[in-house]
């Protein structure tokens, strides 16, 4: 199931994974925050991190999280750590 | 240390090992005496593979050579050690090893979610700071931010156990405790922005381990304790690492954020290892019992589940109940919840439910709970029998009665036939044998049998004091050793029945949120001042409650409103990382104590009676 590694694909499918948490109906961009837009608790996160996880077959380790912030740069965590696998 | 193996680690059973429920003087002897048989420690991966393990045997060897090394690094007895306290066997055997150097190790917290590195590392810093740390070990892929956080200290030592071990360092003479030292600092409740350690001696913690393992668990030969609590929380240093080790019992390990992810890997691992000791707060059990589909369910097995202990949090008796009717098929035991009370100045747990007992609860009425009748009526009706106004429903309910979770803090409240509304509280059981416990009034009386007051504490467990900080310990903890716990509660028939933090805590997803910090950063906007803010919590769709912050408006016009409340919460997001809701509220509405104090506790109760207009709510 996993979506070739190319960067577009990988932010439209993020976002598609997202979308079930978004309960504001936030309209989704590259700059989108997830803590400030999407309004997500800690729970949740990790819950959309299992959801990308398992669509990738990757693990995302906890000390990337806090340089997270915005839906690209998780997009782009998600294509390197694709790369190196 | 067997890495990537496919046996299943440690094993539960030890024939011929004679158990001792922590009688020792430290925590030396009794890591001495666990290492001489062949339990131990298992850590899962995410995927819920065994990864690491390591016999008690093996975890001592390396803890002392460790701790060796850490005397000839130059740390003194009585210094301080923070460790980044991820789930795994380096942070337990650090831990360890500065017990044979007489260091005190302290559990840092790790990030939780996306975004928010600047405030994780200003927390680590003001808590490295705050206990005045000498060396820093963290997890390789954490060292980046905890090289930041430690820049503003001198530190003889800042890096990973790899580091650690490229010092090269010779083995010193261990320098052991006595049992009358300090072991640990906890920094797992308080405000992040004026942190203080809990000092806890061995003396305090091998007492309330015992208490634990044979009174509150009663823990035999067959048993086997599945965890994924954080090691920088109470509950998961003292209750699922120290008290398996002093009482010589396996656990298996899955990180916090791995459960978090997937919480299932937790029932599926005490399903799989035959597990018979596990502890939650409430969400884990809420997370589950909403998350299992048909084909999870069917294929587990939760009937060796013994000690299903709750604590941690305000319990809930509907997220309780929900857990039971949706785990009955897979042999869960209503019997096997233990509810629990205790906070970190007490080592961990004060009290616990008899064994085999489940969730027994108590109806009160809510007028006793807002505060709309007062102590002293209800302590004078304490002698009318039968007399509705002293608040309580004749006896007990039945503890089993209740249904379905609908999602509200009140929602266990039911219309009873003379029309009132009680709510439901939590039998938290009785207190271990160390423990003297008190109910005491505003001004200090003891209370008698069902009236609701202060729940004070006295006994062996009871932390020696904050961390550098006599005056937030005189605060709390009297000359002659009484702890004011900052709990509200009552007393029946021998058992401890707590009905809210009295200290205001505003506790989300099983994380501690204290108001003053939230306060603070909403307060840093122009034209707000102190007192103009009340941050509480509040019930949210889930089971789960939402941190809130109260604010008087002046604003009339409705842009202008929005912009004010948005203002608010981006604020405090940013210099808290906490997702508040905003309630606008009438200038001059947030009550006041007598001494003129916001009253946090007042403001939440006025505000969800609907005595309090909300304006606007973001």
Not at chain 2, 74 to 80: F, I, M
Not at chain 2, 339 to 345: D, I, R
């Amino acid at each position: 199931m996993a979506s070739d590694a190319n960067a577009t694909n990988t932010f439209e499918t993020i976002v598609g994974l997202i979308e079930p948490f978004n309960r504001k109906n936030v309209t989704i961009t590259p700059d989108t925050t997830f803590q400030g837009d999407l309004d997500l608790d800690s729970l949740t996160v990790m819950d959309l991190v299992a959801a990308i996880e398992d669509e990738y077959d990757i693990l995302i380790p906890l000390n990337m999280l806090p340089d997270l912030e915005t839906v690209q740069q998780v997009a782009d965590a998600v294509d390197k750590i694709n790369q190196e696998k | 240390m067997v890495k990537k193996s496919m046996i299943e680690g440690a094993p539960t059973k030890d024939e011929n090992f004679t158990r001792r429920y922590a009688d020792f003087e430290t925590l030396v002897d009794a890591l001495e005496y666990a290492a001489s048989g062949c339990r131990g420690l298992n850590f899962y991966s995410a995927r819920g593979e065994l990864d690491v393990h390591a016999s008690y045997t093996e975890i001592r060897d390396r803890a002392k050579s460790i701790g060796q090394r850490l005397v000839t690094l130059g740390l003194k007895p009585g210094d301080r050690m923070a460790l980044i306290a991820e789930t795994s066997l380096d942070f337990v055997c650090y831990f360890l090893a500065t017990q044979y150097a007489s260091v005190l190790p302290v559990p840092m917290p790790l990030p939780t979610s996306f975004g928010g590195r600047d405030s994780y590392i200003q927390q680590l810093e003001r808590q490295l700071l705050s206990c005045g740390a000498s060396a820093v070990i963290t997890p390789d892929n954490m060292k980046e931010m905890v090289v930041e956080a430690a820049k503003s200290g001198n530190y003889l030592f800042v890096g990973s156990d790899a580091d650690f071990n490229a010092l090269n360092l010779d083995l010193s003479v261990p320098v052991l405790p006595k049992t009358d030292d300090v072991a640990y600092l906890q920094y797992s409740s308080g405000s992040t922005r004026f942190p203080h350690g809990i000092a806890i001696t061995h003396k305090s913690l091998l007492s309330n381990c015992g208490g634990i393992g044979k009174i509150g668990m009663n823990l035999s030969d067959d048993d086997r304790c599945v965890s994924w609590l954080p090691f920088y929380h109470d509950m998961g240093l003292v209750g699922t690492f120290l008290t398996p080790l002093t009482c010589q019992v396996t656990v298996d390990y899955l990180a916090t954020e791995n459960f978090a992810r997937r919480p299932l890997t937790w029932l599926n691992l005490m399903s799989r290892n035959k597990g018979t000791v596990s502890y939650s707060p409430t969400f884990g059990y809420d997370i589950c019992a909403r998350r299992v589909g048909k084909d999870a369910l069917a294929k587990l097995d939760l009937s060796s589940w013994r000690v299903a202990g709750i604590g941690g949090d305000m319990i809930r008796p509907d997220v309780m109940h929900h857990f039971e009717e949706v785990f009955a098929d897979a042999g869960f035991k209503p019997q096997a919840f233990v509810p629990s009370y205790g906070l970190a100045e007490t080592t961990l747990a004060v009290s616990f439910m008899p064994l085999g007992t489940g969730i027994v609860t108590d109806k009160v009425d809510e007028r006793i709970l807002n505060g709309e009748l007062t102590l002293e009526i209800a302590n004078q009706s304490h002698s009318v029998n039968g007399n509705g106004a002293n608040g309580h429903a004749n006896g007990h309910s039945n503890g089993h009665s209740n249904g379905a979770a609908n999602g509200h803090i009140f929602s266990t409240a039911a219309n009873d036939e003379d029309g009132m509304r009680y709510r439901d509280v939590v039998n938290c059981g009785v207190p271990l044998p160390e423990f003297e416990l008190e109910i005491r009034s505003d001004d200090g009386q003891l209370l008698p049998d069902r009236a609701i007051g202060k729940v004070f504490v006295r006994g062996q467990s009871v932390m020696t004091g904050y961390y550098n900080d006599p005056e937030t310990t005189d605060a709390v903890l009297s000359k002659d050793g009484w702890l004011d716990t900052g709990d509200m509660g009552y007393m029946l028939d021998g058992s401890l029945y707590i009905i809210g933090r009295i200290k205001d805590m505003i506790i989300v997803n099983g994380r501690n949120h204290w108001p003053q910090d939230i306060e603070w950063a909403a307060e840093q906007l122009p034209g707000l001042r102190n007192g103009d803010i009340a941050a509480v919590s509040l019930p949210g769709e889930g089971a789960e409650e939402v941190p809130a912050v109260l604010v008087h408006c002046r604003q009339r016009d409705p842009e202008e409103r929005k912009q004010f409340a948005d203002d608010i919460k981006a604020k405090i997001q940013q210099e808290t990382g906490v997702q508040v809701r905003i309630e606008l509220v009438p200038p001059r509405t947030l009550p006041r104590t007598s001494s003129g104090k916001l009253s946090r506790s007042k403001a939440r109760q006025q505000f969800l009676n609907g005595g309090m207009m909300s304006l606007l709510a973001v």
